[in-house]
Each structure stands twice: as C-alpha cells, then as structure tokens.
C-alpha cells in the first residue's frame, strides 16, 4: 500500500533556533496520528510545515495525489499546493475563528469551499450545506445565521464541516479541542471519530491533551526540543513509555 | 495460533531514580486454536504484563509473539492496528469508552470497524446485550455511569461482537453474578467451539477449571516484584 503521506527528514529553523527537525514518518489511508508535547515542543512548527503554511528548511513531504501519485508538496508550484488546500486538505484550526469567515452566514461558510471546487448550482450547494450543518449537529434553521452568534462549540463544529464538505482525504488539526468545555469536547470527539471512521479520513491531531490523542489517534509521536523522541502505537507509548520525558508527560496527568 | 518464544521484559523508570525493574525472562507458550490457556501465579507475577504484551499494549524487549503470522514484538504500529481489527480481541478487566457514545454503539464498533454494515452491526449487539442482561432501557445511554457489574458485561459483549480467531480475557467472570457468570463460560465455550485461541487470567479458581486447557505458571519466568 501507498502511504499518503510521506515524510522525511523535515527541519525548519527560527534563525539559529530549532523548530523541528529530523522529523520523518508515513502515514497510511485512515490513519489518525497525534503529536503531543508542550509548548514549544515544535508541535505546531510541524504541522505547519506538513500543510503547506511554513515552507521547511530541509526534507520532503510528498502527498499521495489522486493525478500523478506521490509528490513533493514542498517543491509544487503555489497553485498546486493551494488547489490541493481547497481538495484533498483540511485544515482545523484551534480557534474557530481562524478557520471560518465569521461576517459570512454558517451555510455560505459551507458553501464556499463547495464553489471554490467548482460547485455552482445555488440549491445544490444549499443542500449539501444543510446536510453537512446536519452531521455535525447544526439544526437547519441556523443555516442563515453568522458564526458570531455561535456558541465555541458550535463554531468549532461548523469550522469541520466547512473543512470536511469537500471530501478531503487528509486532515490537519491543530489542538481542534482546546479551549472548549469537557462536555462540548466529549462530543466533538464522537463526531470526529464517526466522520474518520466513515470517511476513511486520514488525520493528524496536534494537541497537548493525552486523553484526546488515546481515544482519536491510532499512533502517536511524543516531541521535545523540536525533536520526535519516541512513536508507536498510541495506547502503547501512554502505558508502557519508554523515553524519560514520555514518562514525565504521562505521569504528570491528573486524575479525575 | 499464539506463539510466545523466550520474551523477556523489564520496566525503567528514569524518574525515579532510572530503577529498572526486570519483570519476567525466558517466557515461551503455545496456544492453538480452539484452546483455552489460563495464566496463573500469585498477583505481581506478570500474567497482565504477559497479555498487555500479547496485545501489543507493552513493547516486548526480546524474543518473539507470534499471533497468526504477524510478530507483535517487533510488528509496525499499523500491523498490530491491523491484528487488533480482525484477529486479536482483547477484554480488559476495564471499560475505556468515548463518553457520550450509547451502550449500543459501544458494543457494535467493533463490527463496524470490520466492515459490517450498521443495521446488521446493532442487531449483533442487541443479541449480545440482551443475552448479558443488560436491560434495553439502558442501551441509549453511555456506559459510562453503569456499576461495575454492568460495564463488565458490555465489555465483553463488545469483545464477542466480532469472532476474532485470538481472545485476550483478563478476569472476563470477575463482578458477575452466577446468572452472568454461566452465559461468559457459555460465550467463551462457544469461542472455543468455533476455533478461537484464549488466553485467560481467572482468579475465579472454578471458572478456571471449568473452562481452561491447561495452565500456564508465570512464576517460573519472575523475576522480581513486577510493577
């Protein structure tokens, strides 16, 4: 099987500082990885440089395209890279407002991506919006109403459908639940994990959060300094971690 | 089915003060399928280090876990993801769920994962529910607010839902009443029946000796306080 994500040896440095570097790893078709670690681990220098918004200093990220197979999204024209941000990928960002268009109405915010892949039929798209808002439990008669008038929770669920209504085949997510209240995060993670599940979504979640990682990814990359110091299996590097500062992550959570 | 060579494993704990604490040596066990094996010795022993480690749930230091033709101790993160899916069932002494999730859902994901289709998925585990008593008021509602008793039964009607060819039971009759206890040992001699490889941790001696092979002592292989 082809990974659809590929990548390797990724560095990118802030002057003479790190932000990450001698990242490598594939990600295969409905996979979900998470990358946890402080701040300032490089966590999101890193997924940044995946999705196309930080260009590296060195090494490759080459993308399973549905044309010509494995490229390499750094060395790909703008126009490339953009067309691949509206299709194939997502991008959720940890603060909604970073993701929608909030003087727009919560369908136009749906129906804009559908027209930036050539959508032009007014009630086709009007219904695709519909049934998105529906999925990800937005009652229909809110369709006309802006962001603004959302509550976090709302907006961050109407931030995925604007993102997932395209059909991408990779996810970005940038700690897609911070900042929100458990109970509005317990249900933003049964939703995203049925839409994975359906989708055959491949994700990866940047988060700091070792609950939100062990119930959404499947593996998972611990980082430190810029530096990835331990992968595996999710459930395996939370129970039986093997690196000094894993363990201190691991231990340090609370217990409720 | 399951084929454990030499595996060896220790523990290190660099925050407090790198003690390595060395867990079992030189463990080797053969179960085929259709066979139920109970791994014994007294608590510290390592029988869940042992299945955590058949799991893929703690990384093996040597030797080798074959299950079906995959080595988990050296396998990727996707191959053991893979394993998990459709050969290696595993039920834990614990229920970790999504919270939120309804009781139903919990027990068909498993069969969803699979490929079952979700009508075919929620009959299956209306069956299973039903046949550990769990009443159907409760099937909406998240598992997560059930007694013990009741949350052991989900959990293994959700490490039932699929016929995986290798069965982990960690205390699979532990909390149970001797109603529930009767339909697990039925539910897990019908595994056997149909050709899965177990292997169980009992402290339940008659349930041990009712339903088990053969015995498999951890003692042998300590060595030391486990963690």
Known sequence: M????????IAKFYGSRIGCADVSFDLYPGEVMGIVGES?????????????????????????TRAQGLRDTITMSEPERRMLGRTDWAFVHQHARDGLRMNVSAGGNVGERLMAVNARHYGDIRNEAIDWLGRVEITEDRIDDRPTAFSGGMQQRLQIARNLVTGPRLVFMDEPTGGLDVSVQARLLDLLRGLVREMNLSAIIVTHDLAVVRLLADRLMVMKDGHVIETGLTD?????PQHAYTQLLVSSVLQV | MISIENVSKSFVLHNQGTAEIPVMQGASLTVSAGECVALVGASGAGKSTLMRMIYGNYLTASGRIM?????????????????????LGYVSQ???????????????EPLLATGTDA????????????????????????PTTFSGGEQQRVNIARGF????????????TASLDPTNRATVLAMIAEAKTRGAA???IFHDHAARDEICDRQFDMTKFTMGPAA
Do not use: M
């Not at chain 2, 299950?67 to 050969?87: N, S």
């Not at chain 2, 614990?94 to 068909?108: C, E, I, K, N, Q």
């Not at chain 2, 839902?161 to 069965?167: D, S």
């Open chain 1, 2 to 9: 082809t990974p659809l994500l590929q990548v390797e040896t």
């Open chain 1, 40 to 64: 300032g681990s490089g966590k999101s220098t890193l997924l940044n440089c995946l999705a196309g918004h930080l260009t590296p200093d060195r090494g490759a990220v080459r993308f399973d």
């Open chain 1, 236 to 240: 395996q590097v939370l129970d039986d």
């Open chain 2, 67 to 87: 299950v079906g033709d995959v080595d988990v101790a050296r396998a990727a993160p996707r191959e053991i993801i893979q394993l998990r899916r459709r050969t």
């Open chain 2, 94 to 108: 614990f229920l970790r769920v999504v919270p939120r999730v309804s009781t139903l859902d919990v027990v068909a």
């Open chain 2, 119 to 142: 009508d075919a998925a929620r009959t299956q585990a209306e069956t299973l529910l039903t046949r550990l008593n769990i009443p159907q008021r409760l099937w909406a509602l998240s």
């Open chain 2, 161 to 172: 839902a699929f016929p995986y060819p290798a069965l982990l039971l960690d205390e699979p």
């Open chain 2, 198 to 200: 177990i292997i169980g």
